[in-house]
């Protein structure tokens, strides 16, 4: 199926609805990070990702790793509105036995490739991957999303090393540039500027873009889908909280969850900018 860009902007705001509803039911886990990098997976799941939900352990398929599992929410969303398993699970996260972790689980969920839990790890686990796809000549390729806040453990910086070495032009990292973390604003914390400087200092190839701008995810990606100089990382400048106007860019909503009042007010901005694309 094509979808416009149009299709698509819905499609993400449909996606940042069920997250509200999903943290609200579940009374805990992390709302701005979720929504503030909707749009990156939205594009990646509908419109760049070789991936079938019908058969989701296809061999051809692309490998998506998310490193900073605690914005899952989103991930699971996005698997749900793709048709690896059906919407009503969703309510179910972080329920006792529910496959909806607060962290995803490899083999819980059809679609998840890979169990998250300490930051800075997803970026090992993605180079391994693209390591070994590559040693067999496959012509997959892996996907990496991770926060701009792991940058500030030593281990992603070794698997940017490993990469770069190896030349896995078949791996692209997405990193969420949001500027916070659960302490606070990541600048304040522990500063990563320029990370752009930074990343290209270990012989990767590095975009920025508006993490929001539907085109220019797009295109960043096809880029690095057609690059094979070196690995490549996308640094995604995006608003925590995306969509629900009393969340964006607040610290405070990194690892929080909106209670009924506040589920409901931001249904209703996203019921309004959705129009009549709102989906019950």
Request: charged share 20%; proline share 6%.
């Amino acid at each position: 199926m094509s979808y416009t860009k149009k299709d698509l902007a819905a499609q993400a705001r449909e996606i940042r609805r069920h997250i509200m509803i999903m943290l609200e039911h579940a009374g805990s886990g992390h709302s701005a990070g979720a929504l503030g990098i909707t749009d990156v997976f939205v594009t990646l799941y509908f419109d760049k990702l070789k991936h079938d939900p019908k058969n989701p352990d296809w061999v051809e398929r692309d490998r998506v790793i998310l490193s900073n599992g605690h914005i899952c929410p989103v991930l699971y969303a996005t698997l749900a509105s793709a048709g690896y398993f059906p919407p009503s699970a969703l309510q179910t996260l972080r329920k006792f036995e529910s496959p909806l972790q607060g962290h995803p689980h490899r083999g819980a969920l059809p679609g998840v490739e890979n169990s998250s839990g300490p930051l800075g790890q997803g970026l090992s686990i993605a180079a391994g991957l693209a390591y070994g796809l590559k040693f067999d000549e496959l012509n997959n390729r892996v996907y990496c999303l991770m926060s701009d806040g792991e940058h500030q453990e030593g281990q992603v910086w070794e698997s940017y090393l490993f990469a770069a070495k190896y030349n896995l032009h078949n791996l692209t990292v997405l990193i969420d540039r949001n500027q916070i973390q659960i302490e606070g604003f990541t600048e304040a914390v522990m500063p990563l500027e320029s990370l752009h400087d930074k990343i290209v200092s270990f012989n990767w190839q590095v975009l920025e873009i508006d993490g929001h701008d539907l085109t220019a995810i797009a295109e960043a990606v096809q880029y690095a889908q057609e690059y094979t100089l070196q690995p490549t990382a996308i640094i995604c400048h995006t608003t925590p909280g995306k969509g629900v106007a009393f969340m964006e860019n607040k610290p405070e909503w990194h690892g929080k969850p909106p209670n009924t009042p506040e589920a409901q007010e931001a249904l209703q901005q996203l019921r309004e900018a959705l129009g009549d694309n709102w989906r019950e």
